[in-house]
């Protein structure tokens, strides 16, 4: 099977509705919360530039991930990545946080990239690009990533350990840590 990954633009609006219901779907069966987009959100990211969508060679919608700024762009995080279950398990997923990694440092070459998963599979993507499990402290302190996490069913775990931890894993790259 061929994939066509791309960063996307106004063209691939069109699977904006998909990709929002794939992702909250995708979190409902892992029992995990992540941050409820709209369609609007997602076109958005796909007008500026900062999204990556993959196609099957059929041209049907087969993934996505989109780039996130915070605190004025020192923090990005790859967020959203999602693979339909047809296309699972053909290493798309790493192909696509690949391009959205390597999208991520063209456009903000200073900035930590940052995520916080429960999934084993991301974790070993994101330690295969160089990101390290760090604690929380380490991540964004923008109060706006944080309320992402609100929809999650684990949200109680965050405030009360003040957003030191959660089920989550913290990883982090650091471009200050890597040689050119």
């Given at each position: 099977?061929?994939?066509?990954?791309?960063?996307?633009?106004?063209?691939?609006?069109?699977?904006?509705?998909?990709?929002?219901?794939?992702?909250?779907?995708a979190a409902q069966q892992r029992g995990t919360g992540?941050?409820?987009r709209t369609p609007e959100y997602i076109i958005q990211?796909?007008?500026?530039?900062?999204?990556?969508?993959?196609?099957?060679?059929?041209?049907?919608?087969?993934?996505?991930?989109?780039?996130?700024?915070?605190?004025?762009?020192?923090?990005?995080?790859?967020?959203?990545?999602?693979?339909?279950?047809?296309?699972?398990?053909?290493?798309?997923?790493?192909?696509?946080?690949?391009?959205?990694?390597?999208?991520?440092?063209?456009?903000?070459?200073?900035?930590?990239?940052?995520?916080?998963?429960?999934?084993?599979?991301?974790?070993?993507?994101?330690?295969?690009?160089?990101?390290?499990?760090?604690?929380?402290?380490?991540?964004?302190?923008?109060?706006?990533?944080?309320?992402?996490?609100?929809?999650?069913?684990?949200?109680?775990?965050?405030?009360?350990?003040?957003?030191?931890?959660?089920l989550c894993t913290g990883m982090l790259f650091d471009?200050?840590?890597?040689?050119?």
């Open positions: 099977m061929t994939f066509n990954i791309m960063v996307a633009d106004e063209r691939h609006a069109v699977y904006a509705a998909e990709i929002v219901e794939t992702i909250f779907v992540i941050a409820r990211k796909m007008s500026e530039g900062k999204a990556i969508v993959a196609l099957a060679s059929d041209g049907k919608f087969a993934g996505f991930c989109y780039i996130e700024t915070w605190e004025t762009g020192d923090y990005v995080a790859n967020s959203g990545l999602i693979v339909k279950p047809e296309y699972r398990n053909h290493n798309l997923a790493r192909k696509i946080k690949r391009a959205a990694f390597d999208l991520s440092r063209e456009k903000f070459p200073n900035a930590k990239i940052f995520g916080i998963t429960t999934s084993a599979a991301v974790m070993k993507i994101n330690s295969e690009l160089g990101y390290l499990p760090v604690h929380f402290s380490l991540l964004t302190a923008d109060e706006a990533f944080w309320k992402g996490c609100q929809s999650c069913p684990n949200y109680d775990i965050l405030q009360r350990t003040s957003q030191s931890m959660c471009p200050k840590d890597t040689p050119e």
